[in-house]
Each structure stands twice: as C-alpha cells, then as structure tokens.
C-alpha cells in the first residue's frame, strides 16, 4: 500500500465536504437525470453506498471516502489527518500484503478536505478486497499507544519545504499556501504537519479526533467495475449497515483567508531558470465563478491558442512556457499564472506583457470562439475523468458529500455549458486584479548589493561538476563517494552487473529477481526485513535496468553502518522465499493487464528494434507463458551470477568521515557468494530492417486494455541514436531535446498535424543510444500524423535546424545536467546511471564543458549520424482494423515500405493454457 498527499488537482479540485445531516435531506430529493448508471443506497448509519456495475471494465474499484482533510487539524496540532491517514495504512498493512496476491494495489491519499482509501484489482478478488474497508470501518486506526503514534508520525511522507526548490514538485503548493492564508487559517500549513506539534500528541486527544471523524456516517463506499450489482446490494447492507454511526459531524469553515496583498516574494537560486507566479484567491467548488475560473486555465496558457502564450512564448519570446492552474477546496481556491523564462530575459518585462494580457481581457470580453474552445478543452478533461473506473469512483464521492447523491455529473457539465464571454470576462475582472495577487519571482542571478550592483565573481558562477573520490578493492568492488556536507541522511546504490540483458530471453526474470531482493534475506522474512529497514529511518528499493540492478538505500547518517549490514545481506543472502516468490510472480502478470497502450508501445518498439533472440527484446509483457515457467531455482542461479563483488560498485553520497567509509566498504565487500558472473560483451547487434511500422491492436484480449477508445493511436516511434557514451551522446541528447521541446518547431508541426501529447527522450546503452517519441492522435489523422514524423526527422538529417530552436533545446538539456547536481539523491541516480552505461563522471562533466559550443551548426552536422534511416520503428497501438485501412498507401518519407500491421501476441492462448491449471493460473 503506498501513502500520498493529494497537493493539487489540476481544472477539476477538491471536494467541499457538506454536514451528513444536509446530504441525507439531499438525498430523498428527486436528482437530476442520469448520466452514468449507479445505484446510491442511504444505510439506516447514514453511511452513502454507490455501486457502479461496467460489464466492459473486467476489473473493480473500491473507493472509502472519509469528510476528513488536513482542513480538521485542530489548532495547534497540524498533521493530525496525516497522522490519522499512517495510522490506517499501518493498520491495513496485513490485509493489503495478502491483497497483492490477488492482483490488488491499495493506497491511501489525503488532500486539504477528504481521506481516500483506494482498492484496485481484478473482478474476480472484489469479495476479499471489501474485506479492507469493513476493517477501517470496524475499527480505523485500531489500539492507540505512545510509541505506535510516535512510529506513525515519524512515518508521515514528508513534503518539500517551503523555503528550498519553490519550483519543484509540491513545494510551490507548499510555500503559496503559506503565504496566501494567514497563521490559524487551516490551509496555512502544510498536510504531513509540524514536527513540534506531532510529537506533542497525546493519545487521549487523538482518539477523540479520530471518534469524531472516522464515522459510518461520515463516510462513502463506492464499489465500480465489473460485478454484479443485485447480488452484492444486500451483501453489502448486511456488512455495513450494522456499523454503529457517530454524532453528526461538523466542519468549522473559516472565512477571511486572505492575507494583505498585493505583495511580492523574491527568491535567488543560480541554477533556476527565471521564473514569475501571480496567484489570486477564488471561491469554492460549484461555487459562484468556479466554472469560469476553470475556463480562464485554457484562455490563458493553452499551447498556441491561450493568450499569455501567444504574448509571450511566440509574440515576443519572452518566456519558455507558460501554465495556469485553478485548485479548488472547500474553503476557497487558488489561481495561479506560472512563466518560465530564459536567463538574461528582464522578468519586469514578462510581468509588464502578463499585465497588458489580463488588462485586455477585463476591459473587452473574449471571444464566442474563445471560450467555445476552452469549454471544450476542460469538458474533454473532465469527460475522461468520467470514463476512467478509478477517478468516476471518485467523482461519486465527491458528489455524495457536495449534493447529496452521487449523480452530480449532469450538474456539473451544465456548469461549463451555462458559462458565457460576458461571465467569463466579469470573473475576470474579480479574480485577476493587481490589487489582489501575490508575486513569486525566482531570479538566477546574485542579490544585488548595497552600491546597487551585482557582484561579479566568474569563478563562483562558474559550474563545476561533482567529482566522486573512488576505492578499488581487490575483489574488484568499485566505490565512488563524496562527502556532502550537512546532510542529514545519506544515500547508497549498490549496483550489481547484469540486468535484462543477462537473462538470455527469459521474459521477467531479472525483474522478479530484483523484487525478490526486498523480500527479506537469512532468518529475516519480507516483513522482518522491511521493519528492521524501518527501525533505522531508512528505506530500501531495488530496480532492474538493462544493464543491471540498482539496490537504493536512504539513512540517516547515524545509521549507515547498520544499514551497510542489511544491504549486503539483501546480496549475498537473499531469502527467495516460497510464497514472495508466488506472489511477486503473480503481481507481475496481473500487471500485464494493467498496462496502458504507451507501454506496450515501448516494449513492442524495443523487441522490434533487437530482434528475436536479443536479450533486451524480451519482454515479460508481451511474454506472459515465459513468466510462468520461472521457478525460484531459474532467480537464485540468476543472482548468484549478479551477485559478484568484479563489476559491482558502491555509490555513497553524504556527510561522511573517511574512516567511517571505510567501514561501510568492508562490511559490503565480504563473503560475496562464489559465482560465473556475466558476460556481456558478446552481445547480437540489434538488427536492421528499414522502416518498419507495426500496428498492434488495442482490445480486450490485449494488455492493459481498459474502456474502448475506437478513435484513439497511441504511438512510440524508436530509433538508434550513435551516441553510447562520449562526445556523440551530447549532439543525441541535444537532439531528444530539440525534439522534446513543446514550444518548438517539430511539436507545432506535428500539433498542426493532430498530434497530441508528443514527448521525446533519450537513454544511453552500452553500444548505442535510443531515442523514443511518443505521440497521440485520432484515428483520421493517422496518414498526416506520420507523414508528420518523417517530415520532421528528414529536416533533421538534412542539418535543417533553426538557431532559436536549437538554443532552446541547449536551454532544456542544461537544466536537465544540473539539475543531476541538484541533491545527494540525484548525484547518487547519476552515477548509479553512469555505472550501468560503462561511463565516468568526468564524461558527464565533459558535457557541462561542451554544451555552450553545441549549437545549430553542429546539430546539424551530426543530424545524419543521429536519425539512420534504415532503422527506424514506428508502432501504432489502436483500433486493429480500422488502423489497418488507415495504413494503406501511407508512404514514409525514408524511401521505406510500410509493414502491415502485426498481429496481437496470443494472449488468449496464454489465459487458456493458465486456466487448465488454476493452481498455477494468472
């Protein structure tokens, strides 16, 4: 089970819970039409019941919905729901470990007004997995005690802090909140809580919260999917309608957040790139306005069509992109306006071009077509939510709490409908004033000094790459390690020769020989293992790559000696356990089935692109019979061949002494288990047949196939890129960059074609590089999408590239090497990456030297080397037949003939052949 925070939701946002007293009043009240079939059951607890039957899912959802939020944190006492929210994830731990067996993954998320308990899996495990909720309902967080409190907040995901990284993922929610809702507005801190606060909790104010709280009648069981609703309705009366209710719940509503602005905040970071939010307070969910503010989101900075990026992206190339977001929760909203510029750009003039934009919308409506497009936009996002199982269940729930009865999705489309130019402009001219927004700038350069001038140190500004201090030992273990000053924890990557390319075929195995590596080790079972990981405040994860496997630890630097002892142990005494292995190996298949068509896109390009026999063309996805056949005795021979001390290194990043490296080094480096090693330098070449394009039909009988999307390609186009490791890999990484950029060249020709969602990026092998792009599109513009592609690639390979284009891509690929820089977690990724590749850090320092120097002209001189014609896949996952008659007579730009398309690997046979053997059956 994983545990999350529910920062921010995008145009559609977070519930405004109502007193359980008004939704049962709501409830008797004749709701509007339908738009989804359900069945809504009001228990004699009050307790909201939603069933949601879908013949087409083969698959369920369980949503347990609780009225409680990070917004009921008593004064004083932050992170009490976050509390709460580990207490229940402790609680379920053995339930969701026997779930796992059945295919089912759990989570719990907490956001500022609702706790969401989540179930997720087959059809078939819906009886065992309402198992989990009459838990928690029966009794939330089970007997309450100091120490299991104490282990619990210690335990609470922490969120970045406001005053480091503004920019990153969360913390910007983080530090505007704090700034927009003043001190005691319950909104003001942050979710995972004070550290001072939660170790002041007792367990006599706990268990009042959470008797308050954690009521029958305080929450909302949605069941959707494929089961039928007739035979469980009763069923599910019997099993929660005897849960006795609490007293009415109520929700203090604070008014008033707002704060004194305008104002502004500055922050300085060398390595950002400048940077300006404007953030304005708006009003509740299906409140007054709220539908138009969601509206402004597109208006503004929609790709090509949104006004500040028209301004500013292409008018006046002020900014690298520009985003709007518009959050909702039951105490008010934020809007935000977010650009990113280039360095040396005066971020007064971007802030002077945002101010005209927005004067000129408050003083003249916009356009009928204006906001028709927007309202299309945010009605196709808010559609998609409505046709995916796991966030229609959330919807239901929100519904409930907000209306009484969980069909709110007539209400909430005729919302969108309803709006108008003159409504939208007049929540214009409310929202977004000057007089009522707080400014963020992020400025890369030094704080200006008393004489009013910057001082000038080229020396400090210069960038100069971390070099790591490194130990041979005879045994051949490889240490790189380097002595980050002032850490609190530090992180350790074992890496181990190998990977997917050692498995000589074999679909899945180095996968579940990695999982199994965190499944306990000697005496020590997966949960042993994993609490005495815990009991040292450390973590512990290990990743398969094509190359090897990579064992991760995080700890704090007290105890990095005791957690060398558990990581060597992880190696060289791995458990393997009977029933790990079963249910890692069952979890592997049922995931076949969960995967989306972008990868089995990838998987099919990569298999395409090596070839049958290629170790790396092996994929346990598209090999479901393969992975059946793995017994423990094909993992343990696998990673006694892993295992070697020769090829192996150990990555440290910290605050470390010498000699307390030294000791780290020694505990790992003993006992390594004797062992043939791997060896990979007789690898096949991956082979070269032209342009090939393969269609895979996306049904029922193909993994992750969910609802039918008839119109819908999903695409990966795969190509060698020369590179591997040296000067050559820069000119590719420049140019998945170029290709990358969603405010360039290519991607405007290829939105124009109708393509959505593109997106490239690059990744180093040993031999070679590759270079993927993803891509969406509508079935009718299939022909133009690809004739698109090979457009674009052929300019490429012609040296056509522009000058700003190119600058913009040099723009993209420096963030991306510093930001490697950016903390010990990420230095540690780099090398552990470096490792796997065959490469040094001074490579990657080398990068850092040369980038200034790669502009157009040598793009464009290594465009032919970079983009070979003659071994290009394109793969096209969608409707079979319909994909097939758009193929005809497609002709590609490369001289090349057009494969028809392939057929789906037999998966039928593969469940056929399963189920004749239930016991060993997935």
Same mark, same amino acid.
């Given at each position: 089970m994983t545990i999350s925070f529910q920062v921010t939701l995008g145009w559609l946002s977070l519930l405004a819970w109502c007193a359980p007293g008004a939704a049962a009043q709501a409830a008797v009240e004749d709701p509007p039409p339908s738009l989804v079939p359900h069945e809504h059951v009001l228990l004699s607890n009050g307790?909201?019941?939603?069933?949601?039957?879908?013949? @087409?899912?083969r698959w369920v959802v369980v949503d347990l919905v609780y009225g409680l939020g990070s917004r009921d944190d008593p004064s004083g006492r932050s992170g009490w729901a976050a509390l709460v929210a580990q207490l229940i994830r402790d609680r379920l731990d053995a339930v969701s470990a026997t779930l796992v067996v059945d295919g089912v993954r759990s989570e719990v998320t907490l956001g500022r007004d609702r706790l969401s308990l989540r179930w997720e899996g087959p059809a078939d495990a819906l009886p065992r997995v309402l198992e989990a909720p009459r838990v928690v309902l029966g009794a939330p967080v089970g007997p309450l005690d100091p120490a299991r409190i104490e282990a619990a907040a210690k335990a609470i995901p922490r969120e970045a802090p406001a005053d480091h990284d503004p920019y990153g993922d969360g913390s910007l929610d983080i530090l505007l909140h704090e700034l927009m809702y003043p001190v005691g507005h319950p909104y003001h801190h942050p979710m995972s809580g004070r550290a001072d606060e939660l170790a002041a909790t007792s367990v006599?104010?706990?268990?009042?919260?959470?008797?308050?709280?954690?009521?029958?009648?305080?929450?909302?069981?949605?069941?959707?999917?494929?089961?039928?609703?007739?035979?469980w309705r009763s069923r599910l009366e019997s099993w929660f309608g005897r849960i006795p209710p609490g007293a009415e719940v109520r929700h203090e509503v604070v008014q008033g957040a707002q704060v004194e602005i305008p104002r502004r905040f500055t922050l300085h970071d060398p390595g950002a790139r400048p940077r300006l939010v404007y953030a304005y307070h708006t009003g509740g969910w299906f409140g007054p306005g709220d539908a138009e503010c969601d509206l402004l989101v597109p208006l503004l900075a929609h790709d090509g069509a949104g006004r500040l990026?028209?301004?500013?992206v292409e008018q006046d190339g002020l900014a690298l992109a520009v985003t709007a977001r518009h959050t909702v929760a039951l105490m008010g909203g934020l809007f935000t306006i977010d650009v990113q510029s280039y360095p040396g750009v005066d971020l007064e003039a971007v802030g002077a071009a945002i101010d005209a934009e927005l004067?000129?919308?408050?003083?003249?409506?916009?356009?009928?077509?204006?906001?028709?497009? $927007?309202?299309?936009?945010?009605?196709?996002?808010?559609? $998609?939510?409505?046709?995916?199982?796991?966030?229609?269940?959330?919807?239901?729930?929100?519904?409930?709490?907000?209306? @009484?009865?969980p069909d709110g999705f007539l209400t909430d489309e005729q919302r969108y409908v309803n709006t108008s130019a003159r409504s939208v402009r007049r929540w214009a001219k409310g929202v977004l004033t000057p007089e009522r927004r707080l400014v963020i700038e992020v400025r890369p350069e030094l704080e200006v000094g008393p004489e009013g001038q910057a001082p000038v140190d080229d020396d400090a500004a210069a960038f100069v790459p971390v070099m790591p201090q490194i130990v041979e030992r005879p045994s051949g273990l490889s240490t790189w390690w380097v002595d980050w000053p002032g850490t609190q924890s530090v992180e350790l990557r074992l890496v181990l020769t190998g990977?997917?390319?050692?498995?000589?075929?074999? $679909?899945?195995?180095?996968?579940?020989? @990695?999982?199994?590596?965190?499944?306990?080790?000697?005496?020590?079972?997966?949960?042993?293992?994993a609490a005495a990981v815990e009991s040292l405040g450390a973590s512990f994860t290990a990743r398969v790559e094509a190359w090897g496997t990579v064992l991760s630890m995080r700890v704090p630097v007290a105890a990095?000696?005791?957690?060398?002892?558990?990581?060597?142990?992880?190696?060289?005494?791995?458990?393997?356990?009977?029933?790990?292995?079963?249910?890692?190996?069952?979890?592997?298949?049922?995931?076949?089935?969960g995967r989306g068509p972008r990868e089995v896109a990838r998987a099919r390009a990569e298999a395409a692109h090596y070839g049958t026999g290629h170790p790396?063309?092996?994929?346990?996805?598209?090999?479901?019979?393969?992975l059946r056949e793995l017994t423990r005795d094909h993992v343990a021979l696998f990673h006694a061949s892993s295992a070697q001390p020769r090829g192996a290194a150990l990555i440290l990043v910290g605050d470390l002494e010498p000699d307390v490296v030294e000791r780290v080094i020694d505990v790992v480096d003993r006992d390594w288990p004797d062992g043939s090693g791997f060896d990979v330098t007789s690898l096949p070449r991956a082979r070269s047949d032209g342009v090939r394009v393969l269609g895979v039909p996306h049904d029922a009988g193909s993994p992750g196939a969910g609802p039918a999307d008839a119109d819908r390609v999903v695409a990966h186009v795969l190509l060698p890129a020369s590179g591997g490791h040296g000067p050559s890999q820069l000119t590719a990484r420049l140019l998945a960059a170029l290709l990358d950029d969603e405010h360039g060249p290519v991607q405007a020709e290829l939105r124009a074609r109708g393509a959505r969602q593109v997106s490239a990026r690059y990744e180093p092998r040993r031999t070679h590089g590759l270079l993927g792009i993803d891509l969406q599109w509508s079935l009718d513009d299939t022909a133009a999408v690809l004739d698109g592609v090979m457009q674009a690639l052929g300019r490429v390979r012609r040296g056509e590239v522009d000058a700003a284009a190119a600058a913009r891509a040099q723009g993209l690929l420096r963030h991306e090497l510093l930001a490697a820089y950016a903390s010990p977690a990420a230095l540690a990724e780099l090398w552990a990456g470096l490792w796997l590749d065959g490469a040094l850090p001074v490579v990657e320092a080398a990068f850092h030297?040369?980038?200034?120097?790669? @502009?157009?002209?040598?793009?464009a001189r290594s465009g032919r080397a970079l983009v070979p014609g003659d071994e290009l896949v394109i793969v096209l996952v969608g409707d079979g037949d319909r994909l097939e008659a758009r193929l005809e007579g497609v002709s590609l730009g490369f001289d090349a003939d057009v494969n028809e398309p392939s057929d789906a690997p037999d998966h039928e046979a593969a469940r056929a052949d399963g189920a004749a053997d239930e016991e060993d059956s997935f």
């Open positions: 307790m909201h019941v939603v069933l949601n039957p879908d013949a @087409g899912a006599s104010e706990l268990d009042r919260f959470v008797r308050r709280l954690l009521r029958a009648n305080n929450a909302t069981l949605t069941v959707a999917g494929f089961f039928d609703a007739e035979a990026h028209r301004r500013l004067a000129r919308l408050i003083e003249a409506e916009p356009t009928d077509s204006e906001v028709a497009r $927007a309202r299309a936009r945010v009605l196709s996002a808010w559609r $998609a939510e409505r046709d995916d199982l796991a966030q229609r269940a959330t919807l239901f729930s929100r519904y409930v709490q907000r209306l @009484g009865h990977g997917r390319v050692a498995q000589d075929g074999t $679909a899945g195995l180095a996968e579940l020989t @990695g999982r199994l590596l965190r499944a306990g080790s000697g005496a020590l079972s997966a949960g042993d293992f990095v000696e005791q957690a060398a002892v558990l990581l060597h142990d992880a190696v060289t005494d791995p458990r393997f356990d009977e029933r790990d292995f079963e249910r890692e190996r069952r979890s592997m298949s049922w995931e076949t089935w790396l063309a092996a994929d346990r996805f598209l090999d479901q019979l393969s030297r040369a980038l200034p120097l790669m @502009g157009a002209e040598q793009l």
